[in-house]
Nanobody, 129 residues
Framework: HFEVAEAGGGLVQPGGSLGLSCGAS????????TGWFRQAPGKEREGVSA????????TYVDSVKGRFTISRDNAKNLVYLQMTNLTPEDTGIYYC??????????????????????WGRGTQVTVST
């Protein structure tokens, strides 16, 4: 049974940085496109960033462009989200999600795609003084 899990959330001051990681229950994460999503209190979940299985063609929602960087280390079977210049509007639960194995190796699906099938339980990110 394939599962993913997030790590690295916490409390950070505005303007600060924080890194998240996504790991999996087996070594097939490298064969799956992976995305990061977040849900702020009282708001719907939104897509933040996505990366293909090969690591090519990363995508970002406009609000995080230039501040967030998604990357992956397929040797370690991990996907990362490095967040800088954080604002209180970045507060929320951050989720990692993947597609089925062997899909989207060169280009990730759209953040609003129905192909995001496996979800972690989320990690809390709070940006506050």
């Amino acid at each position: 049974h394939f599962e993913v899990a997030e790590a690295g959330g916490g409390l950070v001051q505005p303007g600060g940085s924080l890194g998240l990681s996504c790991g999996a229950s087996d070594d097939t994460l490298r064969d799956r496109a992976t995305g990061w999503f977040r849900q702020a209190p009282g708001k719907e979940r939104e897509g933040v960033s996505a990366i293909s299985g090969s690591g090519a063609d990363p995508t970002y929602v406009d609000s995080v462009k230039g501040r967030f960087t998604i990357s992956r280390d397929n040797a370690k079977n991990l996907v990362y989200l490095q967040m800088t210049n954080l604002t209180p509007e970045d507060t929320g639960i951050y989720y990692c999600s993947t597609t089925w194995e062997h899909y989207y190796y060169y280009t990730p699906p759209r953040l609003d795609s129905e192909h995001w099938r496996f979800w972690g339980r989320g990690t809390q990110v709070t940006v506050s003084t």
